[in-house]
């Protein structure tokens, strides 16, 4: 027999977090890169932090040229730049006009893409499309452990997709007025994952 499933997030109502999410409109533009394999993965992070974050959009797709990426995202004038450990890119530095200084956005210039997947997925992503890594690369200087127990990470230390972006957005607003609530509700969708299925982190 069929599990109900909630109308809104499209989970089966044991795992519903409709009435975690909290709307927050930070000045970073977040948009979501998601590897299709994630897409309904029953312990991913994304679809709270999309309904979350009223200036965020979600992309579910393995390759797309720069074209028809930016058809999906609409025109911006702020500046994207790629949250993705920085080992992992080689981009070429972008600088100020007229300046040997590299240019740091504020967050309301800030379009910040994420690309979400396993990080096996998440490299693929960036190998079947190569001018992301022609992008600058937002590194986070202090996010913090990750506490995202209930998945298995790869490395130590390593965060979940809303907890990096919830660094990121910290980071630029130089404020945890607009991630901290996230995170509070990410904390209780743990504890009601966690009461789902008490067992081991899985991939």
Known sequence: MARPICAKCKTPLARCFCDLVVNVTPAVEVIIWQHPSEAGHAKGTVPLLARCLTNSQLIIAETLNRCDF???VGPTARQLQLLFPTDQ????????????????PTAGQLRLLVLDGTWRKARKLLYLNPWLSELRPYPLTAPGPGRYSIRKAE????????????????????SASHSLPILQAFDQYLIRLSQQNP???TE
């Open 89 to 104: 890119l080689q981009p070429a530095p972008a600088q100020d006009m007229g300046s040997n200084r590299l240019h740091v």
């Open 155 to 174: 490395k130590p230390g390593q965060l979940s997709t809303l907890e990096a972006v919830c660094a990121a957005i910290s980071q630029a607003e130089k």
């Open 199 to 201: 067992h081991a982190p």
């Open 70 to 72: 930016e058809k999906r």
